[in-house]
């Protein structure tokens, strides 16, 4: 299971940070991510972090968004700075062990003035 925090409303260029937690150990998971859906937009991906530490970013948050992956606390978290009104969206945790996945519930990120 995997339980989103953190999201909520802020200015442009304010930051954010996001935490997934997972209700067991994430140490054997492939890769863990967080995705986006913006109003009436498809789910998009941001941030991945695969098991050997390493990191891939969707250009538009590169730079700004950080992903960071706590094995010993089973968490990940996703550090936004510089957030854009673009930025709105619902933010999903995913898991992916390879031949099974899971999601959170979603946590809503709000950047307006």
């Known amino acids: 299971q995997l339980v989103e925090s953190g999201g909520g409303l802020v200015q442009p260029g304010g930051s954010l940070r996001l935490s997934c937690a997972s209700s067991?150990?994430?140490?054997?998971?492939?890769?863990m991510g967080w995705y986006r859906q913006g109003p009436g937009k498809q789910r998009e991906w941001v941030a991945i972090?695969?098991?050997?530490?390493?990191?891939n970013y969707k250009d538009s948050v590169k730079g700004r968004f950080t992903i960071v992956r706590d094995n010993a606390k089973n968490t990940v978290f996703l550090q936004m700075n510089s957030l854009k009104p673009e930025d709105t969206a619902v933010y999903y945790c995913?898991?992916?062990?390879?031949?099974?996945?899971?999601w959170g519930q979603g946590t809503l990120v709000t950047v307006s003035s």
């Open positions: 972090m695969t098991s050997d530490g390493k990191a």
């Open positions: 995913h898991a992916d062990w390879g031949a099974l996945d899971a």
């Open positions: 067991g150990s994430i140490s054997s998971i492939y890769a």
